[in-house]
């Protein structure tokens, strides 16, 4: 408050075209101010505001799945041409809310973008089709909305040869 009087009179004082006077021990144009550091060891908080609200319940990365259609073992290591799914278990699910897996290559480079409208469901399982992918490291991130929720890396191993 004191800073916004100061800058008031300062303004006022400039348009009426007189000069003031600068308090002692400061430079001209320079602000003396007084800072007074509060303490809140004695404060009583009432309440509690979380740093990051997770809107996931969980998420799970792998190649099987269950009799529901979602992702029943987790896997980071899959073999060529074998799917690799993501599923998302959702605590909120607001309507007009689109959920989705972008799978990306060590370089960045995207290889898919599954997308999908949850018309309130709470529960999505995406695929990412391996057959044309080289063996490598992969990162799979979960986006609830546009914000990533979850980010898993995995890899794609090579073809073991047989004797």
């Keep these: 408050m004191r800073k916004l009087f100061v800058v008031l009179a300062l303004l006022s004082v400039v348009g009426c075209g007189k000069k003031v006077a ?5 430079k001209p144009g320079q602000v003396k101010t007084n800072v007074t550091p509060t303490d809140a060891r004695n404060a009583k908080i009432k309440e509690t505001l979380p740093i990051e609200i997770s809107v996931l319940e969980r998420s799970a990365l ?3 799945l269950g009799p529901d259609g979602n992702v029943s ?3 980071d290591v899959f073999k060529p041409g074998e799917p690799v799914y993501v599923s998302m278990w959702l605590k909120q699910s607001p309507s007009g809310l689109q959920t989705s897996v972008q799978f990306t290559d060590a370089k960045g480079k995207e290889v898919g973008w599954p997308r999908q409208e949850m018309n309130g469901a709470k529960v999505a399982t995406f695929k ?3 057959t044309k992918l080289a063996p490598g490291d992969y990162k799979a ?3 609830w909305g546009m914000n990533i929720e979850r980010e898993y890396t995995f890899r794609i191993e090579n073809a073991k040869k047989k004797r």
């Excluded at 600068?22 to 400061?26: D, F, V």
Aim: proline content about 6%.
């Design 22 to 26: 600068e308090p002692a021990g400061t």
């Design 62 to 64: 792998g190649t099987k």
């Design 73 to 75: 073992d987790s896997q």
């Design 128 to 130: 990412l089709d391996t």
């Design 141 to 143: 991130q979960c986006y």
